[in-house]
């Protein structure tokens, strides 16, 4: 799938943060399960403050979702894998079907 139609989810992390810390394994499984149709940065805020003051984040862990080079949704604050997944599905391109022809015997 081409990278324009995949949005990005940037998540913005520190080492300094907790709840950040506790969202990692929880967006890693993310990442792989939905690797066909999402695409995702980690940022460390004290690593790149410029980055987080350009998406405007004022705490840590923020979820950015990019699509189209515009920002179309965001959560502030540890969230759970269901939050995080009904954010992200009204964004994401439809997977599409292997489509198996029935074979003729």
Do not use: C, W, Y
Not at 34 to 62: G, I, K, N, W, Y
Not at 74 to 79: D, L, V
């Amino acid at each position: 799938m081409n990278d324009d139609v995949r949005p990005l989810l940037v998540f913005f992390t520190s080492e300094r943060s907790g709840p950040a810390r506790r969202m990692e394994s929880l967006l890693a499984h993310l990442a792989r399960k939905e690797r066909a149709r999402l695409r995702t940065a980690r940022v460390d805020v004290d690593e790149a403050p410029e980055l987080a003051e350009r998406f405007h984040v004022e705490s840590v862990p923020t979820l950015v979702l990019v699509k189209g080079k515009r920002t179309v949704a965001r959560i502030e604050g540890r969230a759970s894998a269901p939050r995080i997944e009904e954010m992200l599905e009204p964004h994401l391109p439809a997977l599409q079907r292997l489509e198996v022809a029935p074979s003729v015997a």
